[in-house]
């Protein structure tokens, strides 16, 4: 894709490959939709032109071109090496997220109706799903909904389904309110909307009928011991406090990994045990010249304000780097 010829403040011209439909896209269909009327959606739309905006004043360029990765010559995917080798880009600037979703590995966890969160959020966001059959993607319009885990997205999963129509929701976690990892804001949104909380309970397994739809949740009830590495307590199963919970549809929520795709593909990027890019935390530099990274692909699934200020102190060490050279 042919780089913007014209900008409004000097600076190196931008570039910004991505798989989604548009730039920042995850600020957008992350979050639940307001499906029934409230709020405002038009709000996140202006965050994540707020966010276009950001990073293009710090790059000093006005216009970014959002494209698929490989979006030349009809190909699906390009390298970073193909970047800087054959496209002629100066410097890279990986920002691809940690979206790679974590699953417990339990039987039952390939049914029909389960999903991760990311999936769900996306398909209901995005593709619009909640309007099937007027859009083309359908979601399952659970009835009775558990969202597995305790963070945000986890928040954002239920309010969704509640959105589109779920009697009840449950969020099952396997730790106490006070450990929750979610904001207390959001916390208090998803009560609100009446999103009702199996706290100290984890998943055993997941069963279904004949069609390989899943119909229950055999969870177990937990109690909190000594702390473990993240300085959270512990939790520790209570025996012989199994029970069954009727579900139609459940939301994995546990949490996401690096996606493995840009690290595998380029070599002389090196990356810590969990797949997360090595970079400097001040300037974005990997251990490939020319290369950069920031956000959750860096320093793990967090937020869009980290990311953003990531990206912020990136630009300029980016800038620097193409002004002197200097590696």
Same mark, same amino acid.
């Given at each position: 894709m042919p780089r913007p010829d014209k900008r409004i403040v000097p600076g190196p011209d931008l570039n910004a490959p991505t798989t989604a439909s548009r730039a920042n896209s995850w600020t957008k269909y992350g979050g639940p939709?307001?499906?029934?009327?409230?709020?405002?959606?038009?709000?996140? @739309?202006?965050?994540? &032109? @707020?966010?276009?905006?950001? *990073?293009? *004043?710090?790059?000093?360029?006005? &216009?970014?071109?959002?494209?698929?990765?490989?979006?030349?010559?009809? &190909?699906?995917?390009?390298?970073?090496? @193909?970047?800087?080798?054959?496209?002629?880009?100066?410097?890279?600037?990986?920002?691809?997220?940690?979206?790679?979703?974590?699953?417990?590995?339990?039987?039952?966890?390939?049914?029909?109706?389960? #999903?991760?969160?990311?999936?769900?959020?996306?398909?209901?966001?995005?593709?619009?799903?909640?309007?099937?059959?007027?859009? &083309?993607?359908?979601?399952?319009?659970?009835?009775?909904?558990? *969202? *597995?885990?305790?963070?945000?997205?986890?928040?954002?999963?239920?309010?969704?389904?509640?959105?589109?129509?779920?009697?009840?929701?449950?969020?099952? #976690?396997?730790r106490s309110k006070k450990e929750m990892p979610a904001r207390i804001e959001e916390i208090h949104h998803a009560e609100e909307e009446g999103i009702e909380f199996h706290l100290l309970t984890n998943p055993l397994r997941f069963l279904g009928n004949e069609e390989a739809w899943v119909t229950e949740a055999e969870c177990q009830r937990m109690e909190l011991g000594e702390p473990d590495a993240s300085g959270r307590r512990r939790p520790v199963p209570v025996k012989g406090s199994e029970f069954r919970l009727a579900v139609d549809t459940v939301v994995m929520s546990i949490g996401n990994g690096a996606n493995p795709l840009v690290p595998a593909t380029t070599p002389g990027l090196d990356t810590n045990k969990w797949g997360n890019i090595l970079a400097d935390q001040e300037t974005g530099k990997t251990s490939k010249k020319g290369v950069f990274a920031g956000g959750d692909i860096v320093i793990g699934a967090a937020t869009v304000i980290l990311a953003m200020g990531a990206g912020r102190k990136a630009a300029d060490a980016i800038h620097e780097y193409i002004k002197t050279g200097v590696w």
């Open positions: 939709e307001t499906i029934d009327g409230r709020g405002a959606p038009s709000q996140i @739309e202006v965050t994540v &032109d @707020e966010i276009t905006v950001l *990073v293009s *004043v710090a790059l000093g360029t006005q &216009d970014i071109a959002a494209c698929t990765p490989g979006d030349r010559d009809g &190909d699906q995917s390009i390298t970073v090496d @193909e970047l800087l080798d054959e496209e002629g880009f100066d410097a890279v600037f990986i920002g691809t997220g940690a979206g790679l979703p974590y699953f417990m590995n339990i039987p039952g966890e390939n049914l029909n109706g389960i #999903y991760s969160a990311n999936e769900y959020l996306t398909r209901a966001n995005l593709m619009k799903a909640y309007l099937f059959p007027e859009a &083309d993607t359908p979601v399952t319009k659970g009835k009775h909904v558990a *969202v *597995v885990g305790g963070g945000n997205v986890a928040m954002d999963a239920a309010r969704t389904a509640r959105r589109m129509g779920a009697e009840k929701v449950y969020v099952v #976690y396997r």
